[in-house]
T-cell receptor, first 111, second 113 residues
């Protein structure tokens, strides 16, 4: 059974810092991995999708990496801003678009 | 604007009552999904549909029912058999194909009176 874990559960950093969020999964047989952002009381916004054959994807200040063999993905946020404060969720696609989600990391960027 | 819309934003259920959550999309996506989110937890899949008139159970389908009569609509009914329905419900859709991202609505928060 695929399990997805995100550590830490919460993270608080000063504005301007670069930071890394971690995601680990137990079964390396995945189709892709997706990172989402969730603001309080809102739905999820897709940030990046990494296909199983890819090692990383970049969008603006965000860079996501994937290491299937070790069951790990990281989301790197450069030059953090207060507007980046949100909960970040990773999800692995185990096939037929069935996503398994981690519990999320609640990120706070302090001005 | 293309998107996915959930209504209502807040919903209250009395004991023994069935309630239906609406999900509508105008992205012309074939696949639609329902998830449940409990505080401090990730999302769990309730039901999904890859094509009109067809749907499959997810990991926590007991106490829920769905229909997919139209491509743009995928309503979720929370039945009285669901003993712990209080949660945040999220609907999503995606194009067909294994590497398509899922797009989410803004959710419905269901509470018990």
């Amino acid at each position: 059974k695929q399990e997805v874990t995100q550590i830490p559960a919460a993270l608080s950093v000063p504005e301007g810092e670069n930071l890394v969020l971690n995601c680990s999964f137990t079964d390396s047989a995945i189709y892709n991995l997706q990172w989402f952002r969730q603001d309080p009381g809102k739905g999820l916004t897709s940030l990046l999708l990494i296909q199983s054959s890819q090692r990383e994807q970049t969008s603006g200040r965000l860079n996501a990496s994937l290491d299937k063999s070790s069951g790990r993905s990281t989301l790197y946020i450069a030059a953090s801003q207060p507007g980046d404060s949100a909960t970040y969720l990773c999800a692995v696609n185990r096939g037929a678009q069935k996503l398994v989600f981690g519990q999320g990391t609640r990120l706070t960027i302090n001005p | 604007d293309g998107g996915i819309t959930q209504s209502p934003k807040y919903l209250f259920r009395k004991e023994g009552q069935n309630v239906t959550l609406s999900c509508e999309q105008n992205l012309n996506h074939d696949a639609m999904y329902w998830y449940r989110q409990d505080p401090g937890q990730g999302l769990r899949l309730i039901y999904y549909s890859q094509i009109v008139n067809d749907f499959q159970k997810g990991d926590i389908a007991e106490g829920y029912s769905v229909s997919r009569e139209k491509k743009e609509s995928f309503p979720l009914t929370v039945t009285s058999a669901q003993k712990n329905p209080t949660a945040f419900y999220l609907c999503a859709c995606s194009m067909q194909g294994g590497n398509q991202p899922q797009h989410f609505g803004d959710g419905t928060r269901l509470s018990i009176l």
